[in-house]
Structure formats: C-alpha cells, structure tokens
C-alpha cells in the first residue's frame, strides 16, 4: 500500500488558484507520485455535482497512471465513486464509523498529532497514519504548531508496522529528516502545486529519499 518512498499529493481546486488543477495532477502522476488525496476545503470549494464532476475526473486521471485516488473527508463522496481510499481528520467522522461505513475494500488513513491518537487511529482501523505539521505550514489555517519529526519517530517505535505520512511544509529539500525518521510517505500541497515545473520537483521528492541516512 505504501512502498517507500511514497510521494502522496494532495489537492483541491482552491489550491490551484489561476493554475488548471487537472494539469497540475497529470504533471504530479507523469512524475511519479504514489498518491492523490482530492481534499476541496477553503475559499470556493467546490461542493455537489460539480464537486463529483472534478472528482470523477480526478479518479480516471489517477487510473490512468495506477495510481490510488483517495477522497478526504467525503465519506458518502467516496463510497459513491468508489474510491481507493478515504482520509479523516480527527474533527471528521470517527475512523471506526468511516471503516464500519467503507468495509475492508478501501484504504482509512487517519490525520493524527500524537502517540495516543496515533493508537487510537489504529484501533479504528486506519490503515496508514498522516503525522504533522511537521514543518511550518501555509495550507491548513488551523494547523498546530510544528513538531518536527520527534512525533514520527515515537509513533514508529511504538508501532513499526504502521506506514506514516509526514506532512506539513515538506518540500524536496526538507524531505531526509521526515525519511530518516521512518516515514513511509511525504504528503504535500504546496511544494508540488507550486513549483515551476511539477514533474521535476516530484522527482526531486523521489531522490530525496536516496539522499537519506537509513
Ligand atoms: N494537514 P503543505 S498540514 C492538509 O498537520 C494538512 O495534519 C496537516 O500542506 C496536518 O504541503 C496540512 O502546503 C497542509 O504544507 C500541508
């Protein structure tokens, strides 16, 4: 589900701004991320059928490139168009309802700040842990405060098997201490939406892993 090193995007149109955001995914697959997160939050989000109309799209670009399309918060959104995976925030539905609501044929990742949420998530039956803010972030106006990656490594020790995401402010040059602290994945907004040219700053993500002390 997650080989390392995991390079999860994350998108929705109002981080695109002026850019055609089913560019910027295309861009992101042909440089080879390992998945994409729809979360359409913020300033003119989409909503209704025309949120299910840009997702669908979404899903069969992902497709395309064999790559897991994974629809945060949405839980009836991701039932709906079936999708491989759903992702819940700890201000979102329950991950036990998510996962009594899904069934075993979709991935549950859980946003968790903590060994104890950490342990919880995992009781509930997430299947992968997103841990952050790692680093500063501009995308998520209600972020923590950064905690680095001391949080990754603690939930690593207490739970080797689980893949964990850093996320929060990780761009391509920041990426080693996240790698180093055993995460599996890297998830980013802003350092792929925003580079100047996409396809080489995921690849530059790729390559941060070799660059890495294991
Ligand atoms: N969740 P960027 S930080 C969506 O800490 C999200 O749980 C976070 O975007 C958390 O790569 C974040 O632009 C935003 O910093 C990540």
């Not at 009594?100 to 919880?120: I, K, P, Q, T, Y």
Request: aromatic share 6%; charged share 25%.
């Amino acid at each position: 589900m997650f080989t390392k090193p995991s390079i999860y995007y994350i998108l929705g149109t109002p981080n695109a701004g002026e850019r055609d955001p089913l560019k910027l995914l295309e861009e992101a697959l042909k440089g080879g991320i390992s998945h994409f997160q729809l979360r359409e939050k913020g300033m003119n989000a989409l909503t209704g059928q025309s949120l299910k109309e840009f997702a669908l799209k979404c899903q069969a670009l992902c497709r395309k490139y064999g790559v897991p399309f994974i629809i945060n918060d949405d839980v009836e959104l991701a039932h709906e168009l079936n999708a491989d995976g759903v992702h819940v925030g700890q201000e979102d539905a329950k991950a036990s309802d998510v996962r009594a609501r899904v069934g075993d044929r979709m991935m549950l990742g859980v946003s968790v700040h903590s060994v104890e949420e950490a342990a919880e998530a995992i009781q509930n039956g997430a299947d992968y842990l997103g841990m952050g803010p790692i680093y500063g972030t501009k995308s998520k106006s209600d972020a923590k405060a950064p905690s680095g990656v001391s949080k990754i490594i603690q939930v690593r020790e207490r739970f080797p098997e689980a893949p964990v995401i850093g996320i929060g402010g990780i761009t391509a040059d920041n990426a080693e201490a996240v790698w180093e602290a055993g995460a599996a994945g890297i998830a980013v907004i802003s350092a792929i939406t925003e580079a100047g040219n996409v396809q080489e700053e995921v690849q530059k993500m790729v390559a941060s892993y070799k660059g890495a002390i294991l």
